[in-house]
């Protein structure tokens, strides 16, 4: 992804007043084959909007008093081996 298509992308999202929202990282996305020679640094493919579950100190998913899965809206980097269909 280049400067410019993030830009597009997270202008887009502020225009329509998500502007607010944390930047989360897709880890499990982000593979190359170089990583085995030392590779650290890899590509960004994508930056998405997505709800997603918040996890508790314990590991399991957050809930509130009356029993609700706590969730959250944020802005998600992607890798290059990021499927849409697969991802979560």
Known sequence: M????LHRIL????AKG???RPVWVHKETFESPLEGDGA?????FDC???T???IDDDGDLKTRKDGQECRRSVV???G?????ETAW
Not at 2 to 5: D, E, N
Not at 40 to 44: D, E, M
Not at 80 to 84: L, Q, R
């Open 48 to 50: 998405i909007r997505k």
């Open 52 to 54: 997603v579950g918040i």
């Open 76 to 78: 998600v980097m992607v």
């Open 80 to 84: 290059t081996s990021y499927d849409a």
């Open 11 to 14: 202008g887009d999202m502020i």
């Open 18 to 20: 998500q502007g607010r």
């Open 40 to 44: 650290v640094i890899l590509p960004a």
């Open 2 to 5: 280049t400067v410019k298509k």
